[in-house]
């Protein structure tokens, strides 16, 4: 796996609207945010350049219309989430999963469904 980038929490709301739309423009991450957010535009516009220098995601100008930046990711979701969950993991829960998923469970109320769910991942992480 490639080094993955630290991506603040505004940046992930970025690079969700570019691992779903990809390749897009700027106006199109403006476009899709604007339904969920308050930003403005140059804040967005902030935050692609910054995963733009921190190589998360790269651009890419089209023959046709030489003055718009397409974006597309150079880090794929499950790559930035896997990172995303190994560092929450040691910074919170001293890389102990057992107590992380020990003090999720204690917290969230779970389903059937859900407790099912866990036991078919715990039994076939058991082998």
Excluded at 23 to 36: D, Y
Excluded at 59 to 71: C, L, P
């Amino acid at each position: 796996m490639s080094k993955i980038p630290q991506i603040s929490d505004s940046e992930w709301q970025i690079m969700k609207v570019i691992w779903a739309h990809a390749p897009c423009t700027a106006n199109r991450v403006v476009e899709v945010l604007s339904e969920t957010s308050d930003w403005q535009p140059k804040t967005i516009k902030t935050l692609i350049n910054r995963l733009v220098n921190k190589e998360a995601i790269g651009y890419k100008v089209y023959e046709k219309d030489k003055k718009t930046y397409h974006y597309y990711p150079l880090v794929s979701e499950n790559e930035c989430v896997k990172a995303e969950s190994q560092s929450f993991l040691k910074r919170v829960f001293g890389g102990s999963p057992n107590i992380m998923l020990a003090n999720f469970i204690k917290e969230c109320e779970l389903s059937q469904e859900d407790i099912d769910e866990l036991k078919l991942i715990l039994d076939k992480k058991k082998g």
